[in-house]
């Protein structure tokens, strides 16, 4: 039984072979690819750490790369969002804290883009570059530091920003 099942499968086979008698195929493939945005960003939160004396107080780097893949033509958006700075009296108002930012490596559309500097006087997040508008790696050099730090209590301050990367 089994030597029939071979002999018809070899059959089968050599019949398919044979010029002529190929089967007929019709018919269209299509593919699809749809590319969805993705952003990374790293690192995703960086601490805070002030001491402020008589003398002033100190500044703090940060340095924050992004990747993004962003649909053709829209804007790209490396953001920071302070979620609490807090001193010996208490908490302080996100204005009190200021940063620069300045380019370093960057890829693709990354190139040009600008890293700006700001405060953080609204409690949403705030942009640290601008005109970034096609797919690619950028990094920001970004420094923080206390602004008019005279006024504040001597002391230590801390606190947390954390950063978010977007191309939708």
């Known amino acids: 039984m089994v030597g029939m099942r071979k002999r ?58 992004a990747w993004v893949r962003a649909a053709a033509g829209v804007p790209i958006r490396l953001q920071a969002r302070l979620t609490g700075l807090t001193g010996p009296d208490g908490t302080v108002a996100g204005s009190a804290l200021a940063w620069s930012g300045a380019a370093g490596q960057a890829t693709g559309g990354g190139r040009q883009a600008n890293c ?24 920001c050099a970004v420094t923080l530091q206390l602004v008019q730090s005279g006024t504040l209590a001597p002391g230590l301050y801390t606190g947390t920003v954390e950063f978010s990367a977007a191309g939708n």
């Open 116 to 139: 700006i500097g700001g405060n953080f006087a609204n409690a949403g997040a705030q942009d640290l570059v601008q005109g970034w508008t096609q797919s690619g790696m950028l990094q």
């Open 8 to 65: 018809a499968a070899g059959i089968a086979v050599c019949l398919l072979l044979l010029p002529g008698m190929e089967a007929q195929r019709s018919g269209s493939t299509t593919l699809v690819l749809q590319v969805s945005p993705e952003a990374r960003v790293e690192p995703a939160a960086a601490s805070l750490r002030f001491e402020v004396s008589a003398a002033g107080s100190s500044a703090q780097a940060a340095t924050v790369t």
